[in-house]
């Protein structure tokens, strides 16, 4: 004979389910949980990827304009050169005003260029702060750059030209001691030094406030880290490619003048 110790078994089982169902909403939190900070870390790594990005194209920006006015700095040079050549029967004062003029245009140009260099990196951090605090709010975090480029006037021999002309000293156009010679030293472009390339980086962590109350009393944060550098460019090329070694580079491909942004993996920050 067998002996039934349950006597009501949709008792038991009413009873097993409501056990179960603490177990069935932490199951449904956690998963819910996972899903906020999954999503919240989405949103933040793609904020930053934007912000990083935005930074690098102010930084090429900047390296663009300077590249621009290294090219007004070397057409300059060409005139200044043409006017010296063309006219060699001008009195030193005529030659001298034209040198005046040139070096007039030159340190304006280096004036703006430094400018512009100073103001790189600020204005690159400034982007990409306003741009990733524009598309998550609040929010922890740094944004870095480094490091600074360095503009020269004097690292490549060939970026001075030594300009020659000839002038007459008096009336006469016939005399051969009337004529003299003389000479202009003057800066054909500027170049940036080569060092590692210049980059930003975003480090940014924002708290997520979860759907349901989080029972561990420890605060979630989602983190993103993101990074990218202004890649190509030269400076002299742009301005001179006529010179020899700006005409292919060492696997024989022609050179890109100009920057442009991409992002760049973390571990190669220097």
Same mark, same amino acid.
């Given at each position: 004979m067998r002996i039934s110790l349950i006597k009501n078994p949709r008792g038991v089982a009413a009873a097993f389910f409501m056990m179960m169902i603490p177990l069935f909403i932490a199951l449904i939190a956690g998963v819910l949980w996972i899903g906020v900070v999954s999503i919240s870390k989405i949103r933040l790594q793609s904020a930053a990827d934007v912000a990083v990005k935005a930074g690098a194209a102010a930084m090429a920006d900047s390296l663009n304009r300077i590249a621009n006015l290294n090219r007004e700095l070397y057409l300059a040079y060409l005139e200044l050169g043409r006017d010296l050549?063309? %006219?060699?029967?001008?009195?030193? %004062?005529?030659?001298?005003?034209?040198?005046? =003029? $040139?070096? +007039?245009?030159?340190?304006?140009?280096?004036?703006?260029?430094?400018?512009?260099?100073?103001?790189?990196?600020?204005?690159? +951090?400034?982007?990409?702060? *306003?741009?990733?605090?524009?598309?998550?709010?609040?929010?922890?975090?740094?944004? #870095?750059? @480094?490091?600074?480029?360095? *503009? @020269?006037? &004097?690292?490549?021999? &060939?970026?001075?030209?030594?300009?020659?002309?000839?002038?007459?000293?008096?009336?006469?156009? !016939? %005399?051969? #001691?009337?004529? #003299?010679?003389?000479?202009?030293?003057?800066?054909?472009?500027? +170049?940036?030094? +080569?060092?590692? %390339? @210049?980059?930003?980086? !975003?480090?940014?962590? =924002?708290?997520? !406030?979860? *759907?349901?109350?989080?029972?561990?009393?420890?605060?979630? $944060?989602?983190?993103?880290?993101?990074?990218? =550098?202004?890649?190509?460019?030269?400076?002299?090329?742009?301005?001179?490619? &006529?010179?020899e070694r700006c005409r292919y580079d060492a696997e024989d491909r022609v050179y890109d003048h100009l920057y442009h942004s991409a992002s760049i993996p973390l571990q190669s920050l220097n």
């Amino acid at each position: 004979m067998r002996i039934s110790l349950i006597k009501n078994p949709r008792g038991v089982a009413a009873a097993f389910f409501m056990m179960m169902i603490p177990l069935f909403i932490a199951l449904i939190a956690g998963v819910l949980w996972i899903g906020v900070v999954s999503i919240s870390k989405i949103r933040l790594q793609s904020a930053a990827d934007v912000a990083v990005k935005a930074g690098a194209a102010a930084m090429a920006d900047s390296l663009n304009r300077i590249a621009n006015l290294n090219r007004e700095l070397y057409l300059a040079y060409l005139e200044l050169g043409r006017d010296l050549t063309k %006219d060699s029967q001008q009195n030193l %004062d005529a030659a001298k005003q034209r040198i005046s =003029k $040139y070096a +007039r245009v030159k340190e304006g140009i280096l004036s703006e260029m430094e400018s512009l260099r100073s103001a790189m990196m600020p204005r690159a +951090r400034s982007i990409a702060q *306003l741009s990733l605090s524009s598309l998550i709010g609040e929010h922890e975090g740094v944004v #870095e750059t @480094s490091p600074e480029i360095v *503009l @020269s006037t &004097d690292s490549l021999p &060939d970026q001075w030209s030594e300009l020659g002309f000839d002038f007459i000293t008096g009336n006469s156009f !016939v %005399d051969p #001691e009337a004529w #003299e010679s003389s000479s202009y030293n003057a800066l054909r472009f500027i +170049r940036k030094i +080569r060092r590692p %390339d @210049s980059w930003i980086a !975003v480090f940014a962590k =924002k708290q997520v !406030v979860p *759907l349901i109350a989080h029972r561990s009393g420890q605060l979630a $944060y989602a983190m993103a880290f993101s990074a990218a =550098k202004a890649f190509g460019g030269s400076l002299e090329c742009h301005a001179a490619p &006529d010179i020899e070694r700006c005409r292919y580079d060492a696997e024989d491909r022609v050179y890109d003048h100009l920057y442009h942004s991409a992002s760049i993996p973390l571990q190669s920050l220097n």
